[in-house]
């Protein structure tokens, strides 16, 4: 299972930014799916995730209500809608994915999968 994440770059605090994450060599549609990130100095952190059957999701506090994530089978990709970005969200973005999990698990922590891309670069100033 391959994945590429995209979609990141400069914004400013309260702009919004759709992420991307292209997933191949697997089947998508039995993922369990999640995204990471890592501030500079920092250990990389959850953001949210989201299982293979009835959508389920899952987000770290600091971004409920402002972060979306979605995946759409169809085109083998994960999405993460971030809105009202704050000078905090600046971090190298990170998708996940794992297999053969149960149809309504979400893993919160990098040791649940197996799977990741390279990441993408989210700079927010203020």
């Known amino acids: 299972v391959q994945l590429q994440a995209s979609g990141g770059g400069l914004v400013q605090a309260g702009d919004s930014l759709r992420l991307s994450c292209l997933v191949s060599?697997?089947?998508?549609?039995?993922?369990?799916l999640g995204w990471f990130r890592q501030a500079p100095g920092k250990e990389r952190a959850f953001v949210g995730a989201?299982?293979?059957?009835?959508?389920?999701?899952d987000y770290a506090g600091v971004v409920k209500g402002r972060f979306t994530i979605s995946r759409d089978n169809a085109k083998n990709t994960l999405y993460l809608q971030m809105s009202s970005l704050k000078p905090e969200d600046t971090a190298v973005y990170y998708c996940?994915?794992?297999?053969?999990?149960?149809?309504?698990?979400?893993?919160?922590?990098?040791?649940?999968?197996?799977?990741w891309g390279r990441g993408t670069l989210v700079t927010v100033s203020s």
């Open positions: 996940a994915a794992d297999r053969d999990r149960f149809p309504t698990w979400t893993g919160w922590t990098t040791r649940d999968y197996e799977f």
């Open positions: 060599g697997g089947t998508f549609s039995r993922l369990a």
């Open positions: 989201i299982s293979w059957t009835q959508g389920i999701t």
